[in-house]
């Protein structure tokens, strides 16, 4: 697992005092085992939602129907307005989302199977960033979480 960017991610959230919520989708719920798997981390770590529905991203993180058929639940749109929704659900200073195709099913022809959608957002922006991992579904989870955590950290660096 990622514990070098894990615990860096630790060390900024607890000196810059800034706290975390996260909205899941292909990642399971990764993302956040890895973020309270460090003591301390119910300082800065507000609230998780695994959201692997569409029903679920509707009813949960409000992410309007339309939207989704639209744009589908693996999408730049869907993901920042997961991590928006979810930020100001728990009022925490970041949201951040993961949405995408772990496989081995769901892939299209535009989406194969490693495609990922990662957003982070504050009160002032929000950016999401578009991967193709490889590798198996464990592989592209793990990937997909420590990518989310690499995003945290260069948002919180100086």
């Given at each position: 697992?990622?514990?070098?960017?894990l615990?860096?991610?630790?060390k900024?959230?607890?000196?810059?005092?800034?706290?975390?919520?996260?909205?899941?989708?292909?990642?399971?719920?990764?993302?956040?085992?890895?973020?309270?798997?460090?003591?301390?981390?119910?300082?800065?770590?507000?609230?998780?939602?695994?959201?692997?529905?569409?029903?679920?991203?509707?009813?949960?993180?409000?992410?309007?129907?339309?939207?989704?058929?639209?744009?589908?639940?693996v999408?730049?749109?869907?993901?920042?307005?997961?991590?928006?929704?979810?930020?100001?659900?728990?009022?925490?200073?970041?949201?951040?989302?993961?949405?995408?195709?772990?496989?081995?099913?769901?892939?299209?022809?535009?989406?194969?199977?490693?495609?990922?959608?990662?957003?982070?957002?504050?009160?002032?922006?929000?950016?999401?960033?578009?991967?193709?991992?490889?590798?198996?579904?464990?592989?592209?989870?793990?990937?997909?979480?420590?990518e989310?955590?690499?995003?945290?950290?260069?948002?919180?660096?100086?």
């Amino acid at each position: 697992m990622p514990y070098k960017i894990l615990k860096q991610a630790h060390k900024k959230l607890l000196e810059k005092k800034k706290t975390v919520a996260v909205a899941e989708s292909c990642s399971g719920g990764l993302l956040s085992y890895l973020l309270t798997d460090i003591p301390g981390s119910s300082r800065y770590f507000l609230l998780g939602v695994v959201a692997y529905s569409n029903n679920s991203k509707e009813k949960i993180l409000n992410i309007p129907a339309k939207t989704i058929a639209r744009y589908t639940a693996v999408s730049g749109r869907v993901a920042a307005l997961m991590a928006e929704n979810v930020r100001k659900k728990a009022k925490s200073d970041f949201g951040l989302s993961i949405t995408g195709i772990a496989g081995p099913a769901g892939a299209t022809a535009n989406k194969p199977v490693g495609t990922v959608f990662i957003c982070l957002s504050d009160k002032n922006k929000t950016n999401c960033r578009k991967f193709s991992f490889r590798g198996n579904r464990r592989q592209i989870r793990k990937r997909s979480a420590e990518e989310a955590l690499r995003l945290l950290c260069a948002r919180l660096s100086p």
